[in-house]
């Protein structure tokens, strides 16, 4: 079964400074990655994905994240964070069977001023 | 942009009682899915729907059941409900691609109270 598995529970990180989560999967076959970020009290809204093509994805608000095959790495990198950045972030993996999103168990993120 | 409605956005039950959710998908996407999120965990899913025929299954109970309607929106149904079933219940629709992924997009989610 697919996993992903996300190292750090909390990153605390100043406004505009960089700051990468991690995620790492276990996939032995095709796999696609997405990560989600969920606001206090909101949904879950798309950030970026990758499915193929070029190692680097680049997604909104800033974001971005290096596929790394050999390393089974997805990182999310943002060179300089906001405040409005707090938020839970969630790396998923999809599962080619069951076409279902197996979740990490999330990185909150809080950027302090 | 459309996006996917839920409904309704907060519910509070008793215990044994039962809960009905709606979820509208984003229009001409044909794939909906269910996922809980209990408190501080991750979303787990459900089950989904693709074409109005259930799909896959995951971790749903038995006391639970869903439906895709012909205009393609889905309702979950939970019976017999429990403390345990509060939770935020997240619907995310997709458009099914042949032999490919499909990137699912999330509605606002339902709260469910269970006291």
């Known amino acids: 079964a697919q996993s992903v598995t996300q190292l750090d529970s909390q990153v605390p990180v100043f406004e505009e400074a960089p700051v990468e989560l991690r995620c790492n999967y276990s996939s032995s076959v095709s796999v696609y990655l997405f990560w989600y970020v969920q606001y206090p009290n909101q949904g879950l809204q798309l950030l970026l994905k990758?499915?193929?093509?070029?190692?680097l994805v680049k997604g909104i608000n800033g974001f971005e994240a290096e596929f790394n095959k050999s390393q089974t790495s997805f990182h999310l990198r943002k060179p300089s964070v906001h405040i409005s950045d707090t938020a839970e972030y969630f790396c998923a993996v999809l599962d080619t069977g069951r076409r279902a999103l197996t979740f990490g168990s999330g990185t909150r993120l809080q950027v302090q001023p | 942009a459309a996006g996917v409605i839920q409904s309704p956005r907060h519910l509070i039950k008793e215990k044994r009682e039962t809960a009905t959710l709606k979820c509208y998908p984003i229009?001409?996407?044909?794939?909906v899915y269910w996922y809980q999120q209990g408190p501080g965990q991750d979303p787990q899913f459900l089950i989904s729907?693709?074409?109005?025929?259930?799909?896959d299954k995951g971790s749903i109970p038995d006391r639970f059941s869903a439906q895709q309607f012909s205009d393609y929106h889905s309702e979950l149904n939970m019976s017999s409900l429990e403390l345990g079933d509060s939770a935020l219940y997240f619907c995310?629709?997709?458009?099914?691609?042949?032999?490919?992924?499909?990137?699912?997009?999330f509605g606002p989610g339902t709260r469910l109270t269970v006291l």
């Open positions: 995310a629709s997709s458009l099914r691609l042949a032999g490919g992924p499909d990137t699912q997009y």
């Open positions: 729907f693709y074409e109005k025929m259930q799909s």
């Open positions: 229009p001409r996407h044909d794939t």
């Open positions: 990758y499915l193929s093509g070029s190692t």
